[in-house]
Structure formats: C-alpha cells, structure tokens
C-alpha cells in the first residue's frame, strides 16, 4: 500500500463508513479476523492466490501466510465457536498479494466482506447481492456505471456436461480467462483441452446464453438461478443485474451463485465479487469481497480538505493562557486548533483560511472586556463576543 | 490477534471512535501508512523492537517487517512530502510483534498514534499529553484510575552526568527496567555497570525526585520541564501527571520530553507511551503511542448486543415478497433485519427479541387492509400500522 496521507484517508473513510452504514441497515455485524494466518487455510483459494502469498516461516517454524483474502478466516471463526444463526457479517480487512502493481492492484489493500451463513435459500444471495448494489448506488454509482454479472457453478457444471465435456475443470479455468485472451487464442486453447469444433461452436453459445428461457437441460442450478432472479426483481435490482455463464470466479469453493460487480466500460477489473459457498464452512453460506483499489480509481472523489470549526488566533504569546482556555471550552462541542506555532497573526490567518470559515482572535483590548472577535472568513465580517457566551 | 467476533469488535469500535474524536476536537487529521515496511527503519526503535520484529525477504529480496510500532512510518511519511506546518496526524494502524503472549499483550495489535509536528514549543507536548487524558476521560477512567509519569531526557542526562556516570546509555536501559527487577538485583546491576556506592545511592536520590524546584543543576531539560509544568497547568490536568525521572521509553529517538500513562494500581504495563523526537523526521515531533490491549483490560466494558431498529417476521413464505417490500421501505432510515431461514412465527419471535425491542408481523388478515402488526417486545403492546404510514 502506498502511504494514505490525511487527503487519501479522508476519501477511504468515506468509502468505509457507506460499507458500515449498509451493512447495518440491512443487520450485519462487523467483525475482524487476524491478518497473520496459517497459510494452509487458503487451499482452496484457487490457483493464483497461493502463488500471490506472502507466506514464511516464524521462531517456531510455523508456516504463516499474510492474509491473501478473507472467506477462510470467516470460515474459520465460524467452526471454532457454537454460534445461532443467522450468522451476518461484515468486515473491512487488510488484504496482502504480491502481484505486479498497477492501476487498481496493490499488494496491500484493504477488503470489505460481507456474508450471510445458515441459509440455502436464494433470498439469502439476493438480499447479499442488494447490499452490493445499495453500495455502489450510495457511492453515487447508476446503472451506467456498473452492473452486475450472475451465474450459477451448478448450472455451467451441467452445462458443459451436456455437451460431453469431461475435463470441467480444466475449461472452466480457462472460461474464467477469456476475457484476457484473443477470441483466437481462446479457440486455441479450448483446442489445447480436446475440445473438437462442435463442442467449441457449443460453448460458445452457451457462455453467450443471456435469458434463462433458452435452457432446456435439467439442472438443480437452473432451479436456483430463476429464483434468485425472482428475488432479484423483489428487491428491485434486476435492472443492475445480468445473466452472464461466463462468470467463474477464480475460488475452488464456491458451490452456486458466483457474482462480480463490473464497470459498464469494462475499463478495470471487477470491483467485487462473491458466491455461494456451501461446503466452506459448518454451514452454508453466500457473500462477497469488494477491495477498495478498483472502486476508489471509479470514484475519482474530489480531494476532502481538512475542517475544522473554529481557529484561535492569539495575537501575542503572553495571550496563550486564555486562548487554552478558551480553546478548551469550545473544544465541549467542537473541534478546535489553536496555533502550536507562534506564528504572527497575519501568518495564523492565512493558515487558518484554509482549515475553517470560523476564525476567533483573542487580542489584549478585548480581553479586558472578556470578547473575542470571531471573524467570518468568507464574508470577512467580525463580531464581539462574550468568552461566557461562547 | 484472536478473532474479534461481533461482541468483541463493538468494544474495538467504541474505543476506535473516542480515539477519532478526541484527535478532531484537537484538529488532528487521520493518516495510514503500510503495514509492510522496510525492515531498516526500525533501527532507532530500540532494544527489544528489532527482536520482536517479523521479518522476512519477499521475491526481490527485500528485507521487509511488519510493523512493529508506528513513529518511524510517520517520520517517514513526513520525510517523502513536501508538507506545511503544523502537521497534526492521528492513526490507528495494526502492529506485529513475536513475544510471549500474555494479557495485555499479543502479538497482533491495533495501536492508536497521535502526533503533532514541527514546534518546539512545550505547549505542543502539553496539548499532546492533554488529548491523551481526554481519551482516558472519556472511556469513563477517573485520577483514582490512571496517571501520567513525565519526565525530560536531556534532564536526566545531564542528572546522570552530575554524578559522574559516563556510560549513560547503559545506565538508562537499567532504569528502563527497574520496575521489573527486585532493589537488590537493581543495586547489584548498577555495581556491575561500575557505579560506585555514592553513585548508586544519588542515583537512588535522582530518580525519586518528586518536585522540580528541588534540581539545582543547570540543565535545558529543566527549563523545558518547568515549561511543560506550567502548560499542564493551563490545559488543567496536573491532577493526572506526576513527575517520575525513572520513566525513559524504551525508543533511542526520544530527545527531551518522555512519557507514560499507567493504571494507579501498576496491575498492567504502561497504557501509553510517548515522547519528544526532535531528530527523527526532517521536523521536531512530539507524539505517543496506545495500544488496544492494556485499555481493554482495564474497561471491562460489558458485552454490548447485537441491536437493529425493526425486525420483520412474515407469518409464511406465501408473505415473503410483501415482506422484502417492507424491509426496503424502512431500510431508507433505519436498521432492518428481516427473516432468511424461513423459520415458523414462534421461532422468529424468540430470535427477534435477543436483537430488537420492535417486531414486525407481516400476516395475510393484515395484509388485506394494507396492514402490518407492530409490537413492543418489551411491553408486549401491538398496534396496527397502515404500510403507507411506516
């Protein structure tokens, strides 16, 4: 991670208190797993996320990883304590891969994730997906800017099955690819997995399927599909929402539902991504991780500059005494800086310009009648006030 | 770090925001820096830090750490812009280090860091040490609960140099951990540094001094001392400060004004710590360190409950899409949970009342005259509410 001067913190906070406020809305409690863990629990992590660990060994030699990502912890902290359900969650964690740094990676970032465990029904992945989406809408994010691709891994499964596709895996992986790769290079590679020009002509028109209507084989995941897009449509997103078979996610664990939140002009990567993971953890359980690099490049969110309510010039150094004073009355329901300096007035003011509107100068004749002048720093206009009325 | 399950990180949350807010009232401004750095700027922070460090080569074979402590990231931060004066930082950043744990201690921890850049003047330490009392203040600890023990680097320097000790710096680890060793064994390490019986009993004397006015040496630390005195004074927490020669810090950077917030009783390790570094960053700097371990041991906060504003039971999955309607309605202003483990009523209602004092029943009969049931779970009062009114 690069350093977050106060400039970048302001505009992360900003991003994370819209995480917490959407979470609670909708009755998730935050919690935070460890950043160091064991580095086996990340087995099922896919293919990239081991390579990208930072793993070693500490003084009594056990393997440990920096967190990569954090569904296995949640999993974890699910198995080690008796809990009731529903188990709602959120979190915002740091986040550690070691990968090329470019516009939107980093190889330390922060995560949120947010999670529902103890449900199978599809209400569960909707109500998920929603918060998703309330997010992104409360980021000032409209249906030109993002949306949402859907698919399910039982449906893809069965679907490439049908046509008589054994190594799922394998293609898969590579489905997961496609877009990174020509649609030559793509052919080529399905070549490379035996895959003869029917069953290539037949993928295609498969991840190309963009109305489940237009399904004909069995399938418990086609089941589950409708009805989340039944729900999706209960909660009022199914504009933000698009069937797209094409959608893998890169994680071994997910079972059904796998989702990721995309920019409309495809520019970056997704800036979230989930699923249904029902074999993870002692209890089934959706959800999704949305790191902050991808979105904060989407936001381009005005530089925040720093406020505060009032400044306190003194004029003179022998004047400190009463402006601490004074400083520390206002200080009950606002925030307050008082000049650490010794700056000359003119200098004060001129800093203070661009902290605050609300400048307070503490000078000798007006003490004597117990004011201060308060000076409006847009209008230029000043007042007297009383210090026992402040 | 253990995992902070809900329970736990409501009280992490609660502290984490008497951190913020104290550090705005003070108009301090939040900052981050990474949690990876290179493992050499840690080389002033001690004896014991560079032990307890996690280190370890990445790809490229850069000897990197976790963050053990924070100040020298924030020298840093400050060393690699060009920034105005005054810079006045706060930050709440995760910390690593490998030793035993125990309570009060664990090897994952968050640390909260307030600084305060670019004057010399006592008042900035005095502001500092103030925003430390009002966060202890307001976690509801009182002058029976904790006290702040000051002392002055260059004071005890040259207190040491008036009695003729000249390995000065061995002399200080020694009085660094005086409190952990027994008087004899604390007499019998001062023989072995070569301090002869007069040495050691005006040692003794030194750093059992309780009053300034009682040092008749000529010495800067004093001058900045006195000067500190009075500024507590004005800031009018001398109540919670006390003077203590033996108090060092264990940091090499630390040039002049050291300190250490403590529980009265002594049961714990210091809550706080801070100092003066005029030599660290490309500007003077006063700040201090507190950690998330001590405090929370010292609250014994009662475990907060999960709370949300409403909870919604549909009597029956027929009731579940009117259900979701009326969750999202009342989701624009308030915190809503509603049912997603298709639980009979009775389930719900057992459920309901550990999270929420309103439950919401959705039932057909209501429903007909556009209707729900709202009852009081500590009353056990219902009322009928017409949806277009919630």
């Known amino acids: ?119 199978t029904s599809m209400q569960s992945d909707a109500e998920v997906i929603k918060t998703l989406v309330e997010i992104l809408k409360s980021l000032k994010l409209t249906k030109k800017d993002f949306f949402i691709r859907i698919s399910n891994r039982k449906l893809i499964d069965d679907l490439l099955k049908s046509i008589n596709i054994t190594n799922i895996k394998q293609v898969s992986q590579l489905i997961d690819k496609k877009d990174k790769l020509s649609e030559k290079d793509f052919i080529l590679s399905l070549k490379d997995l035996d895959l003869n020009n029917k069953q290539i002509k037949d993928l295609q028109k498969i991840i190309n399927i963009s109305s489940l209507d237009k399904i004909k084989i069995e399938s418990k995941g086609l089941t589950e ?44 990567r997704a800036i979230a991504g989930g699923g249904r993971y029902d074999n993870l953890a002692s209890f089934p359980g959706v959800g999704y991780g949305f790191g902050d690099r991808v979105i904060l490049l989407l936001l381009k969110i005005p530089e925040l500059e720093k406020q505060v309510d009032y400044y306190i010039a003194p ?15 206002l200080r009950k329901n606002s925030t307050v800086e008082l000049d650490l300096l010794n700056r000359n007035l003119s200098k004060q003011i001129k800093y203070a310009s661009l902290i605050t509107n609300n400048l307070i100068i503490v000078g000798e004749k007006d003490l004597k009648d117990k004011k201060i002048t308060l000076r409006d720093l847009k209008t230029g206009k000043e007042k007297k006030i009383l210090i026992s009325k402040l």
Chains 1, 2 share one sequence.
Not at 72 to 82: C, D, G, L, Y
Not at 229 to 257: A, E, H, V
Not at 315 to 329: D, L, R, S, T
Request: aromatic share 14%; net charge positive; glycine share 2%.
């Open 1 to 119: 991670m690069t350093d977050l001067y106060p400039e970048n913190k302001r505009i992360q906070n900003y991003l994370f208190n819209i995480f917490r406020s959407i979470s609670e809305k909708y009755g998730y409690e935050e919690i935070e797993p460890p950043i160091l863990e064991s580095a086996e629990i990340y087995k099922k992590s896919g293919q990239e996320i081991p390579e990208q660990m930072y793993s070693f060994k500490d003084k009594s030699s056990r393997l440990l990883a920096l967190r990569p990502e954090t569904t296995p912890s949640i999993a974890r902290m699910i198995n080690n304590k008796s809990l009731s359900l529903p188990i709602k969650w959120f979190s915002i964690s740091r986040c550690f891969r070691y990968e090329r740094e470019q516009a939107g990676r980093a190889r330390e970032f922060d995560q949120f994730n947010l999670d529902m465990i103890g449900s």
């Open 225 to 268: 599909l409708k009805e989340l897009f039944s729900y999706l449509k209960l909660y009022n997103i199914l504009d933000y929402c698009k069937l797209d078979l094409s959608i893998m996610r890169g994680f071994d664990y997910y079972t059904s539902t796998v989702f990721e939140a995309f920019d409309t002009k495809k520019q970056f």
């Open 315 to 329: 004029v003179n150094k022998k004047i400190i005494p009463k402006a601490i004073q004074i400083a520390e009355k």
